[in-house]
């Protein structure tokens, strides 16, 4: 594994980076159920689908964890990064209950799961445990800032130029 380098610099980048994944994740989040309906998927479908990846985000992590050792994670988190904007991506081929919603699922399922493993493996190993309090505390801020500017900033996005708009958006944001 490659050390990473412990700095105030390293932390605040993270820190951004966080605010912006955050924000698109809670966009998806916020949004997504919303948007499965008003294509047509059951709402049964729907509870069912999110609780079936949220159950292989539990299987995945032992798996992802044990692959992950001695890996770059800057390089990692790079990677798990652009690999959650596909899921933005995907949301944009859903037509309704058919191969396409279980593929969703499964990519949504992998890119977060291993986007939150590296994610919090990196922040730990960059920052300076001396001040890991107020280094938590900023990071925090951040995530709070990110999860209310979505559903805000994404409900003017919907309401304005529909859910390509937002789901575009948070492709970019992440």
Avoid: Q
Avoid at 31 to 49: C, D, K, N, R, W
């Amino acid at each position: 594994m490659k050390l990473v380098s412990r700095s105030e610099k390293s932390v605040n980048l993270l820190d951004l980076h966080i605010g912006f994944r955050v924000f698109a994740d809670t966009l998806g989040s916020s949004f997504g159920s919303i948007y499965l309906y008003e294509i047509g998927v059951p709402i049964p479908i729907i509870l069912l689908a999110w609780a079936g990846m949220f159950g292989l985000r539990l299987i995945i992590r032992p798996l992802y964890l044990w692959l992950c050792l001695g890996r770059d994670m800057r390089k990692a988190l790079m990677v798990s990064s652009l690999s959650f904007a596909t899921t933005f991506i995907l949301f944009l081929t859903l037509r309704g209950v058919d191969v396409r919603l279980v593929v969703f699922m499964i990519v949504y399922a992998l890119t977060d799961t291993i986007y939150w493993l590296v994610y919090h493996s990196y922040f730990a190993a960059v920052g300076l445990s001396k001040k890991r309090g107020r280094e938590i505390f900023l990071r925090e801020i951040c995530v709070s800032l990110g999860a209310i500017a979505a559903p805000l900033l994404g409900g003017i996005l919907i309401s304005y130029f529909g859910f390509r708009a937002a789901w575009f958006g948070g492709a970019i944001v992440t």
